[in-house]
């Protein structure tokens, strides 16, 4: 799995690889440069303080300034191109996940905690940029000092590097332990920030609920829980890894300790230059903190390799609805759309359809009625095809959906959904949502369809009101009366409206169904209604219940029978 993780992170890095090898040059610089500095200790105490030699003392004031402005550039331009190419990385991760999730089945989007999405686009990828920034720049700067200050070590001592050398691995066998506690601690870290997104979207949105049942006490013992079991863990993590660096201290100092018990008696014993043994002590000290880097390497690495699998989880989330091979566009509807026994389950769960099969004719008004949970807006969502039939099929013009791309078939479509869900922008722009480029007069004129310019025009920002989140600055009926503007606009040949008038009073509901009656004209319309007035006009009441088929026919047929249509009807459900 990591391996695949590395290959597609490298990916990613291709596109940067100039910069990234450039940046690569401007470490080596640094570590070569940080180099030197130690190494200018041999002349300064050997030759200027040991021989008196005022001439090496002005080329080393003179080097010092000069190495560390060359430095100072060197860094920068190190920090800049790695943050740069760490920056388009998600930023591009950023916008395919999204893109992604937009194509996504409804499945997926109605089964996932919208909460674990946002974490993962938000969290995982922050997680992702810090790793990219970082990684590289010890995998590479650090990896190069310590291999430029072993040189120097070697060059001064051969025999006193070797026994450091030694100390090295040693030191490091704790950090391996250390690494996987702090791994399992960052997957779970993670998964519990989730549970915080997941809460906060869900209970701020439905905070009137809330507020209505004096439930807020629940609340925010609900996520006072969640943060505190977060707050747990990423303690436990911090514990964790404040104490990897002291143990790697405690043993790195035993091992300075012990060479320098011998090298100071080479020193006094003439064997060795004073200059030679603070230079090699001086590197010795300074492999200290890219050795403290490596510590943190590796649980940076298991972090952000955690990170990228749950990210690339999203990225490879397969779309349940793919189109066929071949699939072509729907040209034209000229006939009927037909439901061939179909059946259909939502997940694992029982049979929501069974073997429904009827007809909608073109130009025909098709009603669909029955209890609630009969079925009747799963319909309406195969017809859309966000889902696939279980069984059975669903043809246009006798030809299978499934053989049409699905953008066309919803490009028949208008529908207004039971709830209305509006954007949190300008009305306006909700109702041009339906027909891209929509000119302002054909704005008004679907407005004036759907009997809401009258409202539009009285509210104090007229058609550029925002209207909330979800709408809710909107009434209900007022919601849904954009919502049908923004079906209208799109002129289309199918109309799917799940039961749209159910928000409105008794006098708009009555000119909203007088404006729908002129917009269902000459057009097909599937309508899921509790009203009697539409259901009497349909050419076709299909009776459903429990997800079966009843009964069929109009609405004179159906109530001089004794069926569930009746009843419904005196039950006043329709
Ligand atoms: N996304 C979903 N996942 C799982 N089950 C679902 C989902 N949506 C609906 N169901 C189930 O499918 C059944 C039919 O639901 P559907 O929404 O089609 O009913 P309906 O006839 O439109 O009812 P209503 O008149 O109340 O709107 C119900 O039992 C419901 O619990
Ligand atoms: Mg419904």
């Known amino acids: 799995m990591n391996k695949t993780i590395y290959k597609r992170l490298l990916e990613y890095f291709k596109e940067h690889k100039s910069r990234f090898i450039t940046a690569v040059l401007c470490m080596a610089g640094v570590s070569a440069l940080n180099g030197m500095v130690r190494l200018l200790i041999k002349p300064m105490i050997d030759k200027v303080f040991i021989q008196k030699d005022a001439g090496t003392l002005s080329l080393i004031v003179i080097a010092i300034p000069s190495i560390y402005l060359l430095l100072g550039v060197l860094n920068y331009a190190k920090n800049y191109l790695m943050s740069y190419i760490a920056q388009k990385i998600t930023l591009q991760i950023r916008n395919e996940a999204y893109s992604h999730l937009q194509f996504l089945s409804m499945r997926f989007h109605t089964s996932g905690s919208t909460g674990r999405v946002v974490a993962r686009l938000t969290n995982d990828i922050s997680f992702l940029q810090t790793a990219l920034n970082k990684i590289p720049a010890t995998a590479v700067l650090d990896v190069l000092t310590v291999m430029v200050l072993m040189g120097i070590m070697f060059y001064l001592n051969w025999k006193f590097a070797l026994v450091s050398l030694v100390a090295f691995p040693v030191a490091s066998i704790p950090i391996i332990k250390f690494t996987r506690k702090m791994r399992d601690l960052s997957r779970h870290g993670q998964k519990q920030m989730a549970e915080i997104y997941k809460h906060l979207g869900e209970s701020l949105g439905a905070i009137n609920i809330t507020k209505a049942f004096n439930r807020e006490k629940t609340e925010i013992g609900r996520f006072s829980r969640a943060n505190r079991d977060f707050y747990e863990l990423v303690i436990r993590f911090v514990k964790t890894e404040a104490l990897s660096s002291p143990i790697m201290e405690f043993l790195g100092a035993l091992a300075i300790a012990l060479v320098l018990f011998f090298a100071a008696k080479e020193v006094i014993g003439g064997y060795w230059s004073a200059g030679s043994f603070f230079a090699f002590f001086g590197a010795a000290f300074s492999i200290y903190q890219p050795l403290r880097n490596f510590a943190q390497f590796n649980p940076q690495l298991q972090q952000a390799l955690s990170a990228s699998e749950r990210i690339f989880e999203i990225l490879e989330e397969k779309p349940e609805i793919i189109e066929m091979p071949g699939a072509q566009p729907v040209t034209d509807f000229k006939k009927s759309i037909t439901f061939d026994g179909v059946g259909f389950r939502y997940n694992q769960g029982q049979s929501v359809l069974k073997d429904v099969s009827f007809e909608i004719k073109k130009g025909e008004i098709v009603a669909l009625v029955g209890p609630s949970g009969s079925g009747k807006t799963t319909i309406a969502h195969l017809l859309l095809r966000f889902y696939n039939p279980s069984s059975g099929k669903i043809c246009l013009d006798g030809e299978d959906i499934t053989r049409y791309t699905s953008a066309s078939l919803r490009e028949l479509m208008g529908v207004v959904t039971q709830e ?36 539009i025009t009285k509210m104090p920002g007229g058609y550029n009101t925002v209207v909330g989140e979800r709408g809710v600055l909107l009434s209900g009926g007022e919601k849904q009366r954009i919502a049908i503007a923004r079906a209208i606009i799109k002129d289309p040949k199918i109309l799917i409206l799940d039961e749209a008038t159910s928000a409105l009073d008794a006098e708009s509901e009555k000119q909203v169904q007088a404006a729908l009656e002129k917009v269902m004209e000459g057009r097909t319309t599937v309508i899921i209604a509790h009203r009697l007035a539409t259901v009497k006009k349909a050419n076709k009441i299909v009776v459903l219940e429990k997800g079966s088929i009843v009964d069929a026919g109009t609405h004179e047929e159906l109530f001089k029978k004794e069926g569930l249509y009746r009843r419904l009807h005196q039950l006043q459900i329709i």
Request: proline share 6%; glycine share 2%.
């Open 420 to 455: 209305p869900v509006l954007f949190n922008e300008s009305v306006l722009y909700n109702i041009s949502y339906g027909k891209e480029n929509a000119t302002e007069e054909e704005i008004i004129n679907a407005a004036t369809i759907a009997h809401c310019h009258p409202f």
